[in-house]
T-cell receptor
Framework: GQNIDQPTEMTATEGAIVQINCTYQ??????LFWYQQHAGEAPTFLSY????GLEEKGRFSSFLSRSKGYSYLLLKELQMKDSASYLC???????????????FGKGTKLSVKP | EAGVVQSPRYKIIEKKQPVAFWCNPI?????LYWYRQNLGQGPELLIR????????DSQLPKDRFSAERLKGVDSTLKIQPAELGDSAVYLC?????????????????FGEGSRLTVL
């Protein structure tokens, strides 16, 4: 089966750095994804990791350790517009129970304060 | 380029009534997904289409939910009859490559969703 855990809520200050953790258990592994979802809006793709290590994309970075079943999303130079929910999603192997579909965690609601 | 279009954005119905949601994916995207998202939760997959074929409907409650994608483009998700627990946002998403291809990066393009309230 699939299990994805991430904190429910986090608060950080504008200009600071915040790290959102995600742990997962999956039958087969074919990538880990982070999506951003502002309240009342659709999720939008942020990052994709399939190999261990850090992927950097502007102010956002995502890290993956497959052996530990662990990922984090790092947001630097926080801005008020970064207040949103951040969804961790895992894709299992195509031949596993998830048939390669994305399975989403419950999301972490980040509030950025002035 | 137009994104994924869904309608209606909001729907309020009484329990036991039918409801239908429509989705038009990004042009050229052969893979289409319907997800359901409850308040404070992540999206949960209901059904995935590759062109007009439903290749994964294992999470679709088939006693009351149905979906179709007759010409491999637009799709409709129907609930009949609706129950109180069906209140949620129904999200449609599309991707350009089938899941099993190396080109599939897992990036899904979501529509704005259809928010259903069942009274």
């Amino acid at each position: 089966g699939q299990n994805i855990d991430q904190p429910t809520e986090m608060t950080a200050t504008e200009g600071a750095i915040v790290q959102i953790n995600c742990t997962y258990q999956t039958s087969g592994f074919n990538g880990l994804f982070w999506y951003q979802q502002h309240a009342g809006e659709a999720p939008t793709f942020l990052s994709y990791n399939v190999l261990d290590g850090l992927e950097e994309k502007g102010r956002f970075s995502s890290f993956l350790s497959r052996s530990k079943g662990y990922s984090y999303l790092l947001l630097k130079e926080l801005q008020m517009k970064d207040s949103a929910s951040y969804l961790c999603a895992v894709r299992g192997s195509y031949y596993g129970g998830s048939q390669g579909n994305l399975i989403f965690g419950k999301g972490t609601k980040l509030s950025v304060k002035p | 380029e137009a994104g994924v279009v869904q309608s209606p954005r909001y729907k309020i119905i009484e329990k036991k009534q039918p409801v239908a949601f429509w989705c038009n994916p990004i042009s050229g995207h052969n893979t289409l997904y319907w997800y359901r998202q409850n308040l404070g939760q992540g999206p949960e997959l209901l059904i995935r289409y590759e062109n007009e074929e439903a290749v994964d409907d294992s999470q679709l409650p088939k006693d009351r939910f149905s979906a179709e994608r007759l010409k491999g483009v637009d799709s409709t998700l129907k609930i009949q009859p609706a129950e109180l627990g069906d209140s949620a946002v129904y999200l449609c998403a599309s991707s350009s490559e089938p899941i099993w291809t190396a080109e599939n990066t897992g990036e899904l393009f979501f529509g704005e969703g259809s928010r259903l309230t069942v009274l």
